[in-house]
């Protein structure tokens, strides 16, 4: 599905990620409470992201549209898995991660590659860090209570969604909004075929 772009000059903030099915989204949402001092992703913005490519010119944007589109692999399943924190003293988000989805081997993995090809391709830079696959659950503030963050983690590590068939990904657009959370906009989604 082509991206369509109504200037002749305009740069999009995109990243590719897989949207969990509606019941999974259910099951997240429902751990999405018990920390003061947090603000929680909006139910529209849980995604766990594939790829990062920041702020994108449309005529490498249309070319990214197209290396995403070709092979992209095949469907699999997924299971969300134990919550833990980014920034270790100085946590800065709570997510939950996924099941089996750090092995080289695994298909998350694999379809990780195939969108680092394919901005490779576009000529489009990507973030240089590992990929750990997440889904972020909320932004911690500076004033969150660590003790309850602690607590939530102990509640929430054995967390386990049931599994879930990935059978597409998709491009999105990125849009700031000051003091709220960010708008994202499906560009472009891409079928896992088998």
């Known amino acids: 599905m082509p991206i369509l772009f109504e200037a002749h000059y305009i740069m999009l903030t995109l990243f590719a990620a897989v949207k969990p099915p ?25 995604h766990i992201t594939l790829g990062y490519f920041g702020a ?10 197209h290396e995403l ?6 469907g699999f399943d997924l299971c969300l898995t134990g919550a833990n924190i980014f920034g270790g003293s100085r946590p800065h988000a709570l997510w939950l991660g996924i099941e089996n989805a750090s092995a080289r ?8 590659k195939h ?17 750990v696959p997440h889904l972020t659950l ?24 049931k599994a879930f068939l990935v059978d597409q990904f998709a ?11 960010n708008i994202y906009t499906k560009q472009a989604n891409y079928p896992l075929l088998g």
């Open 22 to 46: 509606a019941e999974i989204l259910d099951a997240v949402e429902a751990v999405q409470k018990g920390i003061e001092g947090v603000n929680w992703a909006p139910r529209d913005n849980l």
């Open 69 to 74: 589109a070709r092979s992209p692999g095949t």
């Open 138 to 161: 909320a932004y911690l503030r500076r004033r969150t209570p660590k003790d309850e963050l602690t607590n939530y983690i102990r509640r929430h590590v054995r967390f386990k969604s």
């Open 171 to 181: 491009l999105y657009s990125s849009h700031h909004q000051k003091n709220r959370s």
């Open 105 to 112: 081997s695994s298909s998350l993995a694999a379809l990780h």
């Open 56 to 65: 994108v010119e449309d005529e490498y944007a249309e070319i990214l549209d």
């Open 115 to 131: 969108v680092r090809r394919a901005a490779r391709r576009a000529n489009i830079p990507m973030e240089a860090r590992n990929f």
